[in-house]
């Protein structure tokens, strides 16, 4: 199980907007939020990758709380992309894709040699 939520109640302002939310998601499995604008789907997915703090309720990532999880290690295991627009227009489809290896970069988010290769910038010798 990589995603899995028990009574997850998310909203702002500790005001519950979507209560009693129990989601699993295995590994690889493609999974959508349908819904009209405004009825918390952004919410709901911003809770469960901490931009947002859960009202009530669990989130376990890969069986372990999310509480527990550092921003690293939750990097590592889930991404997500918001409906916030991004500025891009002054970065190469490179940059954007070597964005992938942020997680596992050093302090500096600087690519190795390792990770260019494995996101495809460079050629085994």
Do not use: W
């Not at 002054?90 to 690519?111: A, K, Q, S």
Request: charged content about 20%; some cysteine; aromatic content about 6%.
């Amino acid at each position: 199980m990589l995603l899995e939520t028990k009574n997850l109640a998310v909203g702002y302002n500790r005001k519950v907007l979507i209560g009693n939310i129990n989601i699993q998601i295995m590994k690889g499995q493609i999974t959508t939020l349908i819904g009209p604008n405004g009825s918390g789907k952004s919410t709901i997915l911003k809770t469960i990758t901490k931009h947002l703090e859960a009202i009530a309720g669990t989130v376990f990532i890969n069986k372990q709380e999310m509480k527990t999880l550092s921003n690293k290690e939750m990097a590592k295991s889930i991404s997500v992309v918001l409906t916030e627009r991004v500025s891009t227009e002054y970065m190469t489809c490179e940059d954007i894709v070597g964005l992938g290896r942020y997680p596992y970069t050093n302090n500096f988010g600087t690519l190795t040699q390792e990770d260019r290769y494995i996101v495809g910038l460079l050629r085994a010798s």
